[in-house]
């Protein structure tokens, strides 16, 4: 049993720092690179490289809310990890803890730039919808979260999740 919770975390560690390393990695690359520079085309037209600093949370709102934002993650943060260790080491949950590991690697991310430089660095651009400007946590957050949504409708029984409660 104890080997168990071993290899959960590890592997969910593991997960969680590659994909905060390439947010953290990609973001630098946006500061350096295109920091006050023109939005860079990626397909004409489509997708663009395009600086930005959010300091506020989706799509730009609560600008300055950053006590909000700190309580917020850390909040999502602690409730990841609690179901995480309430979550059976088997691999019909492999899923979910997937969704859980996209999920805290991409509030992770953008938490770091909050804490580190008082915003968060957007720097993709997809212009056909005009959608607001987002980075790789960002990508994290919003397909982990679509997974979790699709999983829980559609894979996992409502008694399959009562892991949770015990």
């Known amino acids: 049993m104890q080997k168990n919770i071993v290899y959960k975390f590890a592997s969910f560690l593991i997960m969680v720092s590659v994909l905060v390393g390439v947010d953290q990695w990609s973001k630098y690359e946006a500061l350096k690179k295109l920091k006050g520079a023109p939005a860079h085309p990626l397909i004409d037209n489509i997708l663009y ?10 799509f730009g709102i609560l600008q300055d809310m950053h006590i909000l934002f700190y309580i917020i993650t850390v909040i999502v943060l602690i409730g990841i990890l609690y179901l995480l260790f309430k979550m059976p080491y088997e691999r019909h949950y492999y899923p979910l803890g997937f969704c859980g590991g996209l999920i805290f690697a991409g509030a992770l991310g953008n938490f770091i730039d909050r804490v580190i430089r008082n915003y968060v660095v957007d720097f993709i651009y997809f ?40």
């Open 49 to 58: 490289f395009w600086y930005s600093e959010n300091r506020g949370a989706a």
């Open 127 to 166: 212009k056909p919808i005009n959608f607001p400007i987002f980075n790789f946590a960002d990508i994290c957050v919003t397909v982990g979260t679509f997974l979790l949504f699709i999983s829980l409708m559609f894979v996992y029984k409502e008694n399959e999740l009562d892991f949770y409660k015990k």
